[in-house]
């Protein structure tokens, strides 16, 4: 199975918003992320969804530079301010 298959697969969560939000960021930006932010994109997968949602949603903010970084690129592609 591929590196991105099994992002794919974590991308499943407890939330449908985000299996979608998830879904469409690996589809259209996965092979441009370099090998850091993929790695950062898995690390921000193994963290609970109202921990992301609320950093996606701008309610809060990770302490981890690269989460920050991950969560920044997710909010770009949706335009989300």
């Keep these: 199975m591929s590196e991105r298959s099994k992002l794919l697969w974590h991308c ?13 960021f690996i589809d259209g930006h996965y092979d441009q992320l370099n090998d850091h932010e993929k790695q950062g ?14 950093w996606i949603m701008g309610k809060s903010k990770p302490e981890d530079d690269t989460l920050m970084h991950i969560v920044t ?5 949706r335009n989300i301010k």
């Design 12 to 24: 499943r969560r407890g939330i449908r918003e985000m299996d979608i939000l998830f879904r469409e």
């Design 73 to 77: 690129l997710i909010r770009n592609s």
């Design 41 to 54: 994109l898995s690390k921000l997968l193994d963290e609970a969804d109202l921990d992301i949602l609320d």
